[in-house]
């Protein structure tokens, strides 16, 4: 359990991490998970990580009616009794997450009520490729002031086809359950195929869904009457495990992360290879060494299977310490940067126009650090591992909202960070 009474800590630098740590369970597996659960009588959950973000999504689930019990990573729920199809603003406006509950919601209810979330430090999030897709399926949408009611025409359940404008993560896992009721089949073009959203797929399928994914970025999804209670074990989280994968190169050490799925970081693990890194993938693990001079490299980020966009920040540490220029495009959110105007305080050379970041070998030296994003937060400490001095970085409930004990692991590994 992460130590949530701090808020900041002080890195020492410069310490070679070494060791082993085991992956957490995926919070962008989990979150979809729990958002499709109103569409289950029962079900029971392993490996789902203790983090903030959890929390918020049982108290959604608690608020519309769930009973349950979550310990030690096992969450058993009964979601028999539901009585509430809304899903008000206090929720929505401190996690995007919330508004994968609209689809199920529709599908279980025929109606769902759901706050219009924030945008955030990352970029405008709006959901008009969701609503689209609710609309174009034969669902009504108003959106008023921020509240956004979707209902079935007549009680009828979804049917037809849409293709998505762009391959939304979230607007594809919310079409899918808004679909899996459908009186006949639902057809959804250019989804997305992250490993979360492939995960909430065979999830659904194992209670007794009937999707089927074809010509690589196509779901069809055939309805069926209902679906029953399930357990299911959730991936292990693809992001921190780079993220502590890169704590190992930039302190120029070498960590091993066990009980993870190397498949799911083929292209940023291919980064790090290029970047002169040595990576040894186990069965089930990944080792990654610093064994000399960094060079720079360009990396674009996109969609699944290109680079992940979650590991972008990571990413620019690293080329921190590479010996020549690195070039980083932002091809996803359209201002995912926040986190380098930070690193300009501890002397990172970076020039940023837009969505593209020149970014030069630097000497870090500590500085006091603040954090904007879940994974901004972890950057800024893979950064104070990496420069000399004691650095402070702060808001460190951003960092609880997706990583668990990960100032633990990393001391475990060597580092030297303290809880002030
Ligand atoms: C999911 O967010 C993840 N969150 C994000 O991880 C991740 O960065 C993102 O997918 C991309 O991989 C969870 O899974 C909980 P999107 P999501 O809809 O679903 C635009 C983290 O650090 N867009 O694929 O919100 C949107 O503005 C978080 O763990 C529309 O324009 O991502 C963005 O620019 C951060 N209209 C792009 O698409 C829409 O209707 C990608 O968004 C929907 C999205």
Redesign the pocket.
């Known amino acids: 359990m992460n130590n949530i009474k701090s808020n900041s800590v002080l890195i020492k630098g410069m310490n070679p991490l070494s060791g082993t740590v085991s992956a957490q369970g995926s ?2 597996a989990t ?2 998970i729990l958002s499709a659960l109103p569409l289950l009588p029962e079900v029971e959950l392993y490996n789902v990580p203790d983090l903030s973000d959890i929390h918020e999504m049982l108290s959604i689930l608690k608020h519309l009616g769930a009973t349950y019990t979550f310990d030690n990573g096992h969450l058993s729920m009964n979601l028999e009794n539901l009585q509430n199809n809304d899903v008000s603003f206090e929720f929505t406006s401190k996690m ?2 919330s508004s994968l509950f609209m689809g199920p919601l529709l599908s279980r209810f025929g109606k769902s009520t759901v706050g219009m979330p924030g945008g955030c430090v ?9 609503l689209l897709g609710f609309e174009h399926l034969g669902a009504t949408v108003d959106n008023n002031n921020g509240i956004i009611t979707s209902a079935l025409k007549d009680g009828k359940g979804l049917e037809g086809e849409f293709t998505l404008s ?1 391959p ?4 594809t896992q919310n079409l899918i359950s808004a679909s899996v009721f459908s009186p006949s089949t639902v057809t959804l073009h250019n989804v ?1 195929i ?1 490993p ?1 959203v492939l995960e909430m797929v065979n999830f659904l399928n194992k209670a007794g869904a009937d999707i089927t994914l074809k010509d690589h970025n196509t779901l069809v999804i055939k309805g069926v009457p209902k679906l029953n209670k399930v357990t299911h074990s959730i991936q292990p989280d693809r ?1 921190e495990v780079f993220t502590l994968l890169v704590a190992g190169i930039v302190s120029k050490g070498s960590v091993t992360v066990v009980n993870c799925e190397p498949e799911h970081l083929s292209s940023p693990l291919q980064a790090l290879v290029q970047m002169g890194a040595k990576i040894e993938l186990g069965d089930g693990s990944i080792t990654a060494s610093y064994v000399g001079k960094l060079e720079g490299i360009k990396v674009q980020t996109g969609v699944y299977p290109s680079f ?3 590991c972008q920040q990571q990413i620019s540490v690293a080329m921190l310490h590479a010996e020549t220029p690195s070039v980083l495009i932002e091809k ?3 201002s995912r940067f926040r986190h380098l105007d930070e690193l300009q305080k501890m002397g990172a050379k970076i020039k940023i126009e837009n969505n593209v970041a020149v970014i030069e070998h630097s000497d870090l030296s500590f500085a006091t650090l603040d954090s904007f ?3 901004g937060a972890a950057s800024m400490i893979l950064a104070g591992l990496s420069s000399t001095g004691i650095t402070k970085v702060s808001s460190l409930h951003y960092l609880y909202r ?1 990583y668990e004990g990960f100032v633990e692991k990393l001391n475990h590994l060597g580092a030297d960070i303290s809880y002030v």
């Open positions: 919070k962008n979150l979809p995007r997450a990352i970029g405008s999030r709006p959901l008009d490729i969701h762009f939304s993560v979230g607007a997305a992250e979360e992001i992940p966009t979650d996803v959110f359209n994003d879940l994974r997706g």
